[in-house]
């Protein structure tokens, strides 16, 4: 015939590429956020002896934006495996509640004094993180699938829910006040520090590479449970993995920064809307773009309302909901 | 030996229904069998036994004599191709990707899609007369292009046995025609076994080798088209009070239509 067709990119080549381009992103992005801030340093100041500039750039705003980038990371990437695990467009850990039991989890750790020993916050997060989407699941899960209204609803109520075990947890504790419970449901990533960092890349690296294992099968998952079975994929153990990845950074994320809304959920529909593809081109995408658009809201956060600080949360929130809403429209 | 043998299989849900009760059946290489019955008959349940959806509570399944629990289950998935009645990708995707993803029980663990991969998926998307809508996206095609985009995927696997349930429903009679009769080419070229459920009974008849009527969840008949296509047969087991036509030439085999006689209004 005399036709011809444009040779579609293989996944994997889209993939590498799609990357490339976002890493590229996500460097110039991060390199231009230090140096916004409440004092004015230049690219020149990293080179000048000035001991201060340094201090500030490599103790507070490196740590700072390391910190956005793996939290929006983190975020984003739970997004894509939610969304891909229960086949549930608007499935984002804000939206579930699974942020919001980390937050309990952690307020209730910090409000009970056990701050102090290490790695025990983010184990409360953990697990308040699990238990959420345990709860989530349970209750919108019907014949087998899970209905996006119900699921909607029990995240809902769940996120209610938590804000008032927040709240109660606070006021039970001597000497703290509503800032810190604004800390938590707000989300904030001022006062960052490189032991965070640290904690957080472990999290980020132990729950991207369980995620990255279970990949080819979780995308399986597109054309539903019964097709994914039919197909050998081991259904229990993939999604019980992806379940514990997601939950593990979740919670470390939330322990760190608080609940930042709407990421999981905006990140993995841009890249949809730009490369429709499966799970397996989804997830990495996804955790640059998210950690691109965590960097650029919290450097936002610094400096709309400078010298002042606005909670991040509130500036991801800013974005995500007109789109949240965009989306529920046309589902 | 049979391609597939099910023995006393037992099956049933937790709410009671659609179960499947002490069926047996085999089915041979190079065969296209209908599966009929009333809603709630269990044909759904029994391909999804078959197609490892579901284990059966009692009784076995052997696929080449060797009982499928203990077959792994990639290997069983490469020798068995499963259509789901619903079949919907919630997210947009390429048809050619859709289809190549039938490839995944071929594919170890971090390993991509070939070039060879892609190759057969346009190749079983040509034998679909759907290689024209290998670039464009799922949800902005027809059902009609949809199914075929489906049956691809499931052709690209190469299984030895095919289930389908229910792949003529949403079709119009032109899109029915091309797709059973495309089912009937893919049998008889590959010797490959093709069992399918259907509730319209009259194009299984024009098709199908072997009709299976089942009902509440055992199988009451199991004969050719020409012993289906019964008056009696569709009153027993589907109460449905029907007309037999012949037309000439038909090798036998009667078109079943309402009788419309005994239902008119006064």
């Known amino acids: 015939m005399g036709s011809w067709t444009i040779r579609p990119v293989s996944l994997s080549r889209e993939t590498v590429i799609g990357a490339l381009v976002l890493g590229g992103i996500l460097l110039g992005v991060m390199i231009l956020s230090m140096f916004f801030g409440a004092v004015d340093l230049g690219p020149r100041a990293v080179w000048s002896g000035d001991h201060v500039a340094r201090t500030i750039l490599l103790q507070i705003r490196l740590p700072r934006v390391l910190l956005a980038a793996l939290v929006g990371a983190i975020l984003a990437g739970a997004g894509a495996t939610f969304q891909t695990m229960l086949r549930n467009p608007l499935a984002d850990p804000f939206i579930l509640g699974v942020s919001g039991g980390a937050a309990c989890g952690a307020a209730i750790a910090s409000a009970f004094r056990l701050a102090r020993y290490p790695g025990v916050v983010p184990a409360f997060a953990f697990a308040g993180a699990c238990l959420a989407i345990a709860v989530v699941l349970a209750l919108s899960r019907r014949h087998g699938t899970s209905d996006p209204v119900r699921l909607l609803l029990a995240g809902l109520v769940l996120n209610a829910f938590f804000s008032a075990l927040i709240l109660l947890a606070l006021a039970l504790t001597a000497g703290s006040d509503l800032t810190s419970a604004l800390r938590w449901m707000m989300g904030s990533l001022a006062g960052a520090v490189w032991t965070d960092v640290r904690l957080l890349s472990i999290a980020f690296v132990v729950s991207f590479a369980l995620l990255v294992t279970v990949a080819g099968d979780l995308r399986m998952l597109d054309f539903g449970e019964d097709d994914a079975r039919s197909r050998g994929v081991p259904l229990e153990r993939v999604r019980l993995t ?16 608080g609940i930042i809304g709407f990421v999981g959920l905006l990140v993995p529909h841009a890249i949809r809307l730009v490369l429709p593809r499966d799970y397996r081109l989804l997830l990495p995408l996804s955790v640059l773009g998210g950690a691109t658009l965590l960097v650029a809201s919290d450097t936002l956060a610094r400096v709309m309302v400078a010298p002042a600080e606005l909670p991040i949360g509130a500036v991801t929130a800013f974005l995500g909901v007109p789109f949240f809403l965009i989306l529920l429209r046309r589902s | 030996m049979s391609l597939i043998e099910l023995d006393a299989v037992d099956f049933h849900y937790r709410d009671g229904v659609s179960a499947v009760r002490g069926l047996s059946s085999r089915f041979d290489e190079g065969e296209l069998v209908a599966i009929i019955g009333p809603n709630g008959a269990g044909k759904s349940t029994l391909l999804k036994l078959i197609a490892r959806v579901i284990a059966p509570q009692g009784g076995e399944i052997r696929f080449r004599g060797i009982r499928i629990g203990e077959i792994a289950p990639r290997a069983y998935a490469r020798e ?18 859709v289809v190549a993803s039938g490839r995944a029980p071929f594919l170890r663990r971090f390993q991509w899609e070939s070039e060879g991969d892609y190759e057969l998926a346009r190749r079983a998307l040509a034998d679909c007369d759907a ?8 949800d902005e095609m027809s059902g009609g292009e949809r199914k075929r985009i489906f049956l691809a995927r499931v052709l690209c696997g190469d299984p030895k046995l095919i289930l389908l349930d229910e792949p003529l429903t949403a079709l119009d009679v032109s899109h029915t025609q091309t797709f059973i ?7 008889d070229q590959t010797g490959k076994a093709v069992l399918f459920v259907s509730h319209d009974l009259n194009w299984s008849a024009a098709y199908a080798d072997r009709m299976m009527v089942m009902n509440a969840g055992s199988v ?5 088209p020409a012993e289906v296509m019964q008056p009696e047969v569709m009153k027993r087991h589907f109460g449905f009070d029907a007309l037999a036509v012949r037309s000439d030439g038909e090798g036998g085999v009667a078109w079943i239509v309402p009788d419309a006689g005994r239902h008119k209004p006064r």
């Open chain 2, 131 to 138: 290689l024209h809508l290998a670039d464009r996206y799922l």
């Open chain 2, 80 to 97: 068995v191709g499963y259509l789901p009645q619903e079949q919907e990708s919630v997210f947009p995707m390429r048809a050619l990707e």
């Open chain 1, 242 to 257: 992806a379940f514990l990845a997601a939950s593990l950074a979740t919670g470390a994320a939330v322990a760190v920064s």
């Open chain 2, 220 to 224: 009451v008949l199991d004969a050719g």
């Open chain 2, 181 to 187: 009769s495309l089912i009937r080419r893919i049998v």
